[in-house]
């Protein structure tokens, strides 16, 4: 609330809230200096990097609308000359395209709301219950996951999810959020230390429960920071390659990012057939991305300016 | 704590050791409230996440651990060998050859993409325009899967530049950087970096807007150049987030698996082949209980460094 009050205000309210506050509200660089010259070297220079991250996506588009014998000239910025987006329809089909993105679209969401669920809720414990030593103790063993890369113990989790019946789609999701959990708890801790804690002790006047309280004033107040950490938890799960090449089982079972393989073998001189994959794969991410990134955004800066 | 504090700085001070400090306010209102009892509900809020950390994380990471001192292949019987499989660990080529391969791409890699997102962060909270746009085309490359972009760029280094070195007549372009031994390494770099650089920016972004104005302002009023600016005022105080930044690139470097597998699956020969890369050969190899004792090895390397650097940055903390 108070937060989401501050952000929309106008400049010189802001700054009047922020000298009210701690001393150390949330006061930007140079929000209010005044008009100032733009700085157009720097902007030039600004541009041309740019221009490094756009051109593999330009080259990913431009590809994937050629013909067959088009692409294979490696002339990667001309232009497609005919538009042929028959490469669409070869890649749906061999990467069977319905069946490897309802499957990757599944792993991503239970890994995004099991990520925020047991992190919100495992952190706030912690939290508020910091004086006892089993739940310091549980922060610093569950924020040790960020020392133990999947890398070191990914033979025994392929092993023990092959014996319990976990080399799928399910055993991938379980162990996105384990490795998602370390950050998010680490994350969603910072942020609920700065939650004043009198705002909860008004509703425990109130007669609510520790649950009532979590689910009606907590989780709200967590928007923010859960948006952040969904968004994490979204791309780290639906970007990975290495977790799920190793741990499923059946290949017909496999994530978006892991079929793109078939074009490293059979086919791989048809490249505007694996461009068109290669662009199937990256479109829903940035596609989120477009619309969710004033959160990515405001919740690592706002969590840094915030006070 | 008189600066702001924020994930990012939060995220130093617990590495820093400094969490307890943070909650002290938390303790005494507990005894002042006097409410010793605890409400059951927050075990129920914290077990799911133990439990299931525990049977994910910590069981495998020990049963892995007890296979590495036995003759495990991966199923079948087995024995016990004592260190037999970390003696051979410390022979064999391959491993030592993609340790070397694995800490050198990492180095370089921390100060490619350190560099290039530090002063990138510094030109996007510059007086510019369009600064909303811009920063959100330089994070672009974070959105997308790490193997996707790593074919995307390996058409580029495969056929493109070749191409493009036949038709100028530049004679090293003319073959694909991919099969050269020598120079396979650099696409990787490059890749990674493409695709690292905007975590890293979006944390010094962070860490550059938490320091306050007037800092500048009384600079300006000194008469500091913008070079003094930055090396005696910036960077001191974006420190916690250089450190971070290091700390996190350097692990996740050490762990490189997508990209390489993505530009040139460990080659030419084993030219490019990361730890994770010859641990993953255990599994298909029947090599289990032997990378086993690899992957143990280089998880105590991976803690010891860590404990390094936190060492370091902990006496630079105490300095500044």
Redesign the interface.
């Known amino acids: 609330m108070t937060q989401e009050k501050i952000r929309t205000e106008p400049p010189a309210a802001r700054s009047a809230a922020a000298d009210k506050g701690s001393g150390s509200g949330p006061r930007r660089r140079r929000g209010k200096v005044g008009q100032e010259k733009t700085n157009w070297p720097t902007m030039i220079i600004l541009f041309l990097c740019a221009l490094t991250v756009l051109l593999p996506l330009y080259v990913t588009i431009s590809m994937s609308m050629k013909t067959s014998a088009q692409s294979v000239d490696g002339n990667a910025l001309s232009l497609p000359a005919p538009i042929d987006l028959s490469g669409f329809a070869e890649a749906w089909e061999l990467t069977n395209f319905p069946v490897t993105f309802t499957i990757t679209t599944l792993v991503t969401i239970a890994t995004v709301v099991g990520t925020v669920l047991l992190a919100s809720l495992a952190s706030y414990a912690i939290v508020r219950n910091w004086d006892r030593r089993l739940f310091r103790w549980s922060f610093f063993y569950l924020l040790a996951a960020m020392f133990v890369p999947f890398t070191v113990i990914a033979l025994p989790q392929i092993q023990l999810t092959g014996l319990v019946g976990l080399a799928n789609p399910v055993g991938v999701t379980i162990l996105h959020i384990m490795f998602q959990l370390s950050f998010s708890i680490l994350l969603f801790t910072a942020f609920l230390r700065s939650i004043p804690l009198e705002l909860e002790e008004s509703a425990r006047i109130d007669g609510a429960t520790t649950w009532q309280t979590f689910w009606q004033l907590i989780f709200p107040l967590l928007a923010p920071m859960s948006a952040t950490v969904a968004i994490f938890a979204f791309l780290a799960s639906w970007n990975d390659f290495m977790l799920p090449s190793l741990i499923i089982a059946d290949a017909s079972q496999q994530t978006i990012p892991v079929v793109q393989s078939i074009f490293q073998t059979q086919f791989s001189s048809n490249y505007n057939v694996s461009f068109a994959s290669y662009l199937m794969a990256m479109a829903p991410a940035i596609i989120v991305y477009v619309f969710t990134q004033r959160w990515v955004m405001e919740g690592v800066t706002q969590g840094a300016v915030k006070g | 704590?008189?600066?702001?504090?924020?994930?990012?700085?939060?995220?130093t001070g617990?590495l820093l050791g400094k969490?307890?400090g943070?909650?002290d306010?938390?303790?005494g209102?507990?005894?002042r409230?006097g409410k010793p009892k605890?409400?059951r509900?927050?075990?129920l809020?914290?077990l799911?996440?133990?439990i299931?950390?525990t049977l994910?994380?910590t069981?495998?990471?020990l049963?892995?651990i007890f296979?590495s001192f036995t003759n495990f292949i991966?199923f079948g019987d087995w024995q016990l060998v004592g260190i037999t499989n970390y003696i051979a660990v410390f022979s064999d080529p391959l491993i030592l050859s993609s340790y070397l391969f694995t800490f050198g791409f990492a180095v370089v890699t921390v100060f490619v993409v350190n560099a290039i997102a530090f002063l990138?962060a510094v030109?996007?909270?510059?007086?510019?325009?369009?600064k909303a746009a811009?920063?959100?085309?330089?994070?672009?490359?974070?959105?997308?899967?790490?193997?996707?972009?790593a074919?995307?760029?390996k058409?580029?280094f495969a056929?493109?530049l070749?191409?493009?070195g036949a038709a100028t007549g530049i004679g090293w372009m003319q073959e694909s950087i991919l099969a050269n031994e020598n120079l396979a390494w650099v696409a990787i770099v490059i890749v990674t970096a493409?695709q690292s650089i905007p975590g890293a920016l979006?944390?010094y972004?962070?860490?550059?807007?938490?320091?306050?104005?007037e800092v500048?302002e009384a600079a300006d009023i000194d008469g500091a150049s913008a070079w003094t600016r930055l090396r005696s005022i910036t960077l001191p105080l974006v420190a916690g987030y250089v450190i971070i930044n290091i700390i996190l690139g350097f692990?996740g470097y050490?762990?490189a698996?997508?990209v390489i597998?993505g530009l040139t699956q460990g080659g030419p020969g084993t030219a490019t082949r990361s730890?994770?890369m010859t641990?993953?050969t255990?599994?298909t190899g029947g090599d289990?209980a032997y990378?086993?004792a690899n992957?143990?090895l280089?998880?105590i390397i991976?803690?010891l460094i860590?404990i390094i650097q936190l060492r370091i940055t902990r006496g630079k903390a105490a300095l500044s």
Do not use: E
């Open positions: 704590m008189t600066t702001p504090m924020g994930p990012a700085t939060a995220a617990t969490a307890g943070q909650n306010h938390l303790a209102s507990h005894t409230r605890i409400d509900i927050y075990y809020f914290l799911p996440s133990l299931l950390f994910a994380i069981v495998p990471a049963v892995g296979y991966g990138l030109a996007l909270t510059s007086r510019i325009r369009m811009l920063r959100a085309v330089f994070v672009i490359p974070m959105v997308i899967s790490a193997i996707v972009i074919y995307v760029f058409y580029l056929n493109s070749p191409a493009l493409w979006l944390i972004i962070a860490g550059l807007l938490s320091i306050p104005g500048y692990k050490l762990n698996y997508d597998v730890i994770a641990i993953f255990g599994f289990y990378q086993m992957a143990t280089f998880f991976t803690v860590s």
